[in-house]
Structures are given as C-alpha cells and as structure tokens.
C-alpha cells in the first residue's frame, strides 16, 4: 500500500478556504485517493474520492495533478464544526484490503 | 447510505472481565470487517480482518487470543477482549467496506473500552 505523508497540523479561521496536501508518491496504478473525516471519540466519516484530476461534491473539492503523486483536499469557507483529524489513503478497489491510516491532518479552526 | 452500528459506545470493565463489541452492518451486507483500535492523539491501527464464514487474520503484535474475533453472519463482527486489562483501555473501531470500491468504507461509531 502506498505510503501517505500530510502536514501534522493546520489552524485556519472561520470563512477561509482550507487546502491540505497530501503526498503518495508511491501510489499505484489501480490506486484511488479517499479523504476521510475524523471527529473526537467518533469513527471516521467518508469525505470524498478520486483517481485523477478533480471531483467535487457538496463538503469539498479534492484535485490530483497528472502524476498522482500528490492530492488536496480543499474545504471552502470552513466553520468551527470543521476542527477534526483529516486522513488521506491510498489503496486499491481490491475488496478485502484493509485501509491503513496514517498520521492525518489536525485541523482546527478558530473564530 | 450505507451504515455501520457499533454497540456499546463505551463501556467500563474491571481487570481480568471480558468485554464484547459488536459491529453490524445495518443495509448491506459485508463479508468482510475490519477491526481498529486507536489511543488517545493517535491513528487508527489495524488490530484484524474479520471474515465471515472463516477465521479473522491478526495484524503482527495483536494476540488472537485476547482478541476474539467472530463473524458469524454477513452483517455481524464480534470482538471480544478476554481478560482485560488497563493497558487494553482505547477506543476500537470497526469498519466495512460497502462494495466493489474497496477504499470506499464505512466506520461504526467506535466503542471506548476502560479497564478498571
């Protein structure tokens, strides 16, 4: 499995755009990127996912360059209610494949 | 859209007690679930993959006898933690994959675990 790295921490403000990064350089053909949303003492929740070039749906925007070595995850005009650890995967469509979570993003977002 | 139950949300045990947490997959059905488990300010890790009709495979370090895991039908996981201890107190967490998009999970609400 590809091996994910995200910046340990983002402090933003409520209103502004958050854009965080997320570098797979090892990812694999049959790969896709998946964000996933973590809030205290609660399992993680779906974000979004994608395979190349951009996907929106109603929380956010996730955009992947040509080479699919990296990913960002964008949330426009984020409220307070958007503090949460944020975690990018990598891994394949293959059913039975665990997903394997690294660090993640903390972010948390001020008034 | 697809939902995964866990129960219970927390529980408190004393020392040398078992603990169940089940993990049901509520409209669909998984023949496949994973179980995390997860300390405080820190990822998620794989303890198991549990699979229905055969038995779970254990991540390396996770003893498959404290960690009983069962999945009995095609949408319940059973994890029971055999003589707890404090050291065993965390917050476990299942998941289950909703279809052929294998990345594409969904997470219980997870369980917090006190061994007292």
């Known amino acids: 499995l590809a091996k994910t790295t995200q910046p340990i921490s983002m402090d933003s403000y409520e209103g502004q755009e958050v854009n965080i990064t997320c570098s797979h350089n090892n990812i694999a053909t049959n790969d896709y990127i998946t964000w996933y949303q973590q809030f205290p003492s609660q399992g993680p929740r779906f974000i979004i996912q994608?395979?190349?070039t951009k996907v929106t749906n109603e929380v956010a925007s996730l955009f992947i360059p040509a080479d699919r070595k990296s990913s960002t995850l964008s949330l426009p005009r984020v409220s307070l209610s958007d503090t949460a650890v944020y975690y990018c995967?990598?891994?394949?469509?293959?059913?039975?494949?665990?997903?394997?979570f690294g660090k993640g993003t903390t972010l948390s977002v001020s008034s | 859209g697809a939902v995964v139950s866990q129960h219970p949300s927390w529980v408190i045990c004393k020392s040398g007690t078992s603990v169940k947490i089940e993990c049901r997959s509520l409209?669909?059905?998984?023949?496949?679930m994973f179980w995390y488990r997860q300390f405080p300010k820190q990822s998620l890790m794989l303890m198991a993959t549990s699979n229905e009709g055969s038995k779970a495979t254990y991540e390396q370090g996770v003893e498959k006898d404290k960690f009983l895991i069962n999945h009995a039908s095609l949408t319940l996981s059973t994890l029971t933690v055999t003589s707890a201890h404090p050291e065993d107190s965390s917050f476990y967490i299942c998941?289950?994959?909703?279809?052929?998009?294998?990345?594409?999970?969904?997470f219980g609400q997870g369980t917090r675990l006190t061994v007292v």
């Open positions: 409209d669909f059905q998984a023949t496949t």
């Open positions: 998941s289950a994959p909703t279809g052929s998009k294998n990345t594409e999970a969904f």
């Open positions: 994608g395979y190349k």
């Open positions: 995967l990598v891994g394949d469509q293959q059913a039975g494949t665990a997903l394997i």
